[in-house]
């Protein structure tokens, strides 16, 4: 079955420490993505890749970085420099314009 | 300032009746709007979506209505079952990339047997 896998579905840190989450789909969707969710709020977008090798800040991208060397896979990597990393992380990707995103089933990052 | 507005935290209605829910935006580059439905710890999951060129589009027991004057829209569920019990998004878009929605704070809405 298509879809897009997040791995894991929880994750503890220590603060001050770089932690990645995984992002990967066999969905063969250019576009990707990848939103926070704090408690009681809507999904908020971090980064964003229209393409292999190119991505683009979202509306909170401080502390955060990606890469996309592969079509596949969209790793994001919560560095130490957020302030506030404790939150369900979810990756999406969409296959062109005017068609809906397909969402992961997240990681809840919690640091401690 | 918050683009997208679910006003209702929650919503309770009755297994068989409609269940209306709201959504306000304020941008007016906003073209291309769409509901997800979401459960505890886990991904939105797609469920309808209207471009600014309509006003109405049904799937089923959903209906979403846009009222582009107003910049409301609204979703129907008609009838409303149990299995409907859970938080609904809003989300807008300004060029049709859904990917880059600007989400609301969702609407948690129980349906009582």
């Known amino acids: 079955d298509g879809g897009i896998t997040q791995s894991p579905k929880y994750l503890f840190r220590k603060e001050g420490q770089n932690v990645t989450l995984s992002c990967e789909q066999n969905?063969?969707?250019?576009?990707m993505y990848w939103y926070r969710q704090d408690p009681g709020q809507g999904l908020r977008l971090i980064y964003y890749s229209q393409i292999v090798n190119d991505f683009q800040k979202g509306d909170i991208a401080e502390g955060y970085s990606v890469s996309r060397e592969k079509k596949e896979s969209f790793p994001l990597t919560v560095t130490s420099a957020q302030k506030n990393p404790t939150a369900f992380y979810l990756c999406?990707?969409?296959?062109?314009?005017?068609?809906?995103?397909?969402f992961g089933q997240g990681t809840r990052l919690t640091v401690v | 300032d918050q683009q997208v507005k679910q006003n209702s935290p929650s919503l309770s209605v009755q297994e068989g009746r409609i269940s209306i829910l709201n959504c306000d935006y304020t941008?007016?580059?906003?073209?291309?709007f769409l509901w997800y439905k979401k459960y505890p710890a886990e991904g939105p999951t797609f469920l309808i979506s209207?471009?600014?060129?309509?006003d109405k589009n049904e799937d089923g027991r959903f209906t979403v209505f846009l009222n582009k004057s107003a910049k409301h829209l609204s979703l129907h569920i008609v009838p409303s079952q149990p299995g409907d019990s859970a938080v609904y998004f809003c989300a807008a878009s300004g060029d049709g990339n859904a990917g880059k929605s600007t989400f609301g704070d969702g609407t948690t809405l129980t349906v009582k047997p």
């Open positions: 999406a990707s969409s296959r062109g314009v005017y068609t809906e995103a397909f």
């Open positions: 941008n007016s580059m906003f073209d291309y």
């Open positions: 969905l063969n969707h250019d576009a």
């Open positions: 209207i471009s600014s060129i309509k």
